[in-house]
């Protein structure tokens, strides 16, 4: 079974900067493709980021754009997303998840993802 776990979450201030990791076990992270997401309380998940199978492949979403950056390290077995420039409208649970597809073009949906993490909080105050 796939297990996922992310880290770094924190207390920042707006402007600042954190990484967060997704540390995938149980499997090699080399076969999966990973998305983050995050939610904010009283709003739906939203998608964030995706890579594919490679540094080459990722996509973001618009309100991240140019401020967050996702790589992979597939011999630690982790996902990364560093988030620059951080701003209060950016406090969330942040999740990663898993899937063995890569889709291409825009990030896929939460439901085409198999597996999730139980997510690491953000908050950015003003």
């Known amino acids: 079974q796939l297990q996922l776990v992310e880290s770094g979450g924190d207390l920042v201030q707006s402007g600042g900067s954190l990484r967060l990791s997704c540390l995938v076990s149980g499997s090699s992270l080399g076969y999966y493709a990973i998305g983050w997401f995050r939610q904010a309380p009283g709003k739906e998940r939203e998608g964030v980021s995706c890579?594919?199978?490679?540094?080459?492949?990722?996509n973001y979403a618009d309100s991240v754009k140019g401020r967050f950056t996702i790589s992979r390290d597939d011999a630690k077995n982790t996902v990364f997303l560093q988030m620059n420039s951080l701003k209060p409208e950016d406090t969330a649970v942040y999740y990663c998840a898993a899937n063995v597809v890569w889709y291409g073009g825009s990030c896929p949906s939460a439901v085409l993802y198999d597996y999730w993490g139980q997510g690491t909080q953000v908050t950015v105050s003003s």
């Open positions: 890579i594919g199978f490679s540094d080459t492949n990722t």
